[in-house]
Every structure is written in C-alpha cells, then in structure tokens.
C-alpha cells in the first residue's frame, strides 16, 4: 500500500542561532519540521495510519469496501481527504461554518465530498455522526469514522515523531539525557498523546517532560491541569482555531497525571506577533496553533518558568513545529490589525 505520512526533518533553525552571541547561554532548539507532510500537518501521521490500517483490514477481509467520514476544523479533514486520495477511498469531510473558504476549497481539490454544517467543530461532528454516517449502505460498505484526535490507532501514527526524533539526535551525536523537554501545541490532546507513547516505547516518558501550549479561550488542558479534573468547555474563542476543542480525551488528561506535563497558556496577539516574526525570520508561513509552541523558542524565559529551571547552552529543546494550512500571511495580518485596534 502507499506510504500515507513522511519521515520528516529534526533542524537547527538557523535564524535562531545567527540572532544569539558567541556568550548566549540558550539552549539548543531543534524544529520537527511537520508541515512537510502530505496533509502539511502531523495530522497526516495518525490519521494516516488510522485509515491505512483500516484499509488494510477491509481489503482483507474481501467483503465490503471501505468508505471514510472525519469531522474537522480543517487540518484533520485535509489530512483525511490527503490519505484517501492516495488510498483511492472515497472520503466525505463535515466542518463547521468557520472554516476557511481556502481550506474547504483545498479539501474538496483532492476529490473529497465536503459539507458544511454547524458553527464550531463539535456541531460539525456530531452532523457526520447522526446524519451522514447512518445513511451508508452498511451492507455494501464498511465506514470508518475519523476522529480528528481521539483513537488510538491516531496516536500510534503520531508516536513515529519520537522515533525519528531519537533517530536524528542520534545521527546528530546527541544523547537524549540532554533533551529537557519536548514542546508541542495542544488542542485535543492528539498530538500530545503520541507523544507521550513515543517516549514511552523510548523509556523517556519519564525522564523528558512535554510542554503543552494553548491559547487563551481553548486552553481546557491547562484548566483540567489547574482544577485536577478533567473539564470540557461550552464553546471556545481563540484565533488559534487548529487549537479548538473544547475538551481533551480521557487519556490525555490520564498521561498528564501521570507524568507532570507542564502547560502553557498564551495570548493571540503574542501569537500572531510569532507568526509574523517567523515569515519574516524563515520566509515560511505557519498558522498561529503552531506558533503556539514556536512562541517558546523565541522566549526561553517562558520554557524555564514552565519547567522550574535554568537552561544552559548544553541543554536541548524539542518543538514540534506542528504545520497546518488554513491560514495565508494576510490572514495572520489582518487578524493581528483587528486584536490591536480592540485592544
């Protein structure tokens, strides 16, 4: 079968290290260059591999053929019509009305069938579920539900970014003891469970901890964090829409027990602020959930609050610069115009 999701590249971004002095005592930042994958997001790993292995199954078995439905914001829908396409699977995509117009174009480029329905994620999802899915011909066709977070076979797709990470500081001559954190956004939690099973399967979950970053109006992982229960939000407000889940699974919230994660919680403004200075710094466009955790290299002082230490020049930082594609530069502008003149 077709590969669904790449190997993608652990760099120094270069910028980072022509703006410090000889005598800066900042810790080495490697990026895990995400936006390189086929759905320009690491969604393209766990749904990927959720699809494939479901594909793999179907065709197995000889007796049905298989036929995929995922409710998304924009990044997971894209990632699944992405995988379909290369599956050759006919996939139907649900978003909400907040979708970008350039998104949903952008899904409906790879021959996916897209709907519009709802005004956030969670309307859009439960439309997929009570109103599309339950029209499927069950004894013809086989479909499989595409979650944008919440199924194990998504987090064992994401999970690969740890063993091309260790892979990398290997080639790279660097031990893993010196890594003191590996940073990722986080929204429902999917992402931020791969990683965890990654460092597991590494024997590191323990000894690396995971910074977690949010915005504020989505930031329902750091409220279960603070509050020591697992909470769900009525509604969201962020500009970080990839980040807007209004709850985290279950066993999110289980790992971040578990292992301490620290979360972050940050501002728009500072956010549109980072994606602005990386276009400029890089000449690469990300969306502001993952300028979410890009924030945290240019601002080391926030890494160190977060994880109650001085980092040296010795030490090693992971971001997860996580991709995504539904925003241009003049999105990031005029959103950025818009939250000043309020402010």
């Not at 996916?112 to 011909?137: H, M, P, T």
């Not at 999970?159 to 260790?166: F, G, L, Y």
């Not at 956004?185 to 590191?204: C, D, F, K, M, P």
């Not at 990386?278 to 993952?290: K, L, T, V």
Request: glycine share 6%; charged share 25%; aromatic share 6%.
């Amino acid at each position: 079968m077709p590969t669904v999701y790449n190997k993608t590249p652990l760099l120094r971004p270069y910028f980072l290290e022509a703006n410090r002095g000889t005598s800066d005592s900042s810790p080495q930042v490697f990026f895990k260059y995400e936006s390189f994958q086929p759905g320009c997001s690491f969604k393209s790993r766990g749904i990927g591999n959720l699809i494939l292995k479901n594909a793999k199954k179907v065709e197995e078995e000889g007796i049905k053929t298989l036929e995929v439905f995922s409710s998304s914001g924009g990044n997971a829908g894209y990632a699944a019509a992405v995988a379909c396409r290369e599956l050759s699977i006919p996939c139907t995509v649900v978003v909400p009305s907040s979708t970008k117009v350039r998104m949903v174009e952008k899904i409906r480029s790879t021959g996916a069938q897209v709907i519009v329905s709802g005004n956030f994620w969670k309307e859009a999802d439960e439309y997929l579920r009570n109103s599309v899915i339950n029209k499927v011909d069950s004894s013809k066709v086989e479909p499989l539900y595409v979650h944008p977070f919440d199924d194990p076979l998504i987090w064992e797709g994401h999970s690969t970014i740890i063993d091309e990470i260790v892979e990398s500081l290997n080639d790279e001559n660097v031990h893993t003891s010196k890594v003191k954190g590996v940073v990722c956004s986080i929204g429902g939690g999917g992402l931020y469970n791969g990683i965890i099973e990654g460092l597991e399967r590494h024997a590191l979950a323990d000894k690396i901890p995971v910074i977690a970053v949010e915005t504020e109006g989505c930031h329902v992982f750091n409220t279960c964090l603070e509050l020591g229960k697992h909470v769900e939000f009525e509604k969201i407000s962020s500009i970080a829409t990839s980040l807007g889940s209004p709850s985290i699974s279950t066993k999110t919230f289980e790992y971040a027990q578990k292992y301490h994660s620290k979360g972050v919680v940050l501002q728009d403004i500072d956010v549109l602020e980072t994606c602005l200075r990386y276009s400029e710094d890089s000449n690469m466009i990300i969306e502001p959930a993952c300028a979410a955790s890009v924030h945290l290299a240019y601002n080391v002082d926030i890494l160190e609050e977060a994880l109650n230490k001085k980092l040296s020049k010795d030490d090693v930082i992971i971001i997860i610069a996580c991709g995504g594609s539904a925003t241009t530069l003049q999105d990031i502008k005029d959103s950025l115009a818009k939250l000043k003149i309020k402010n």
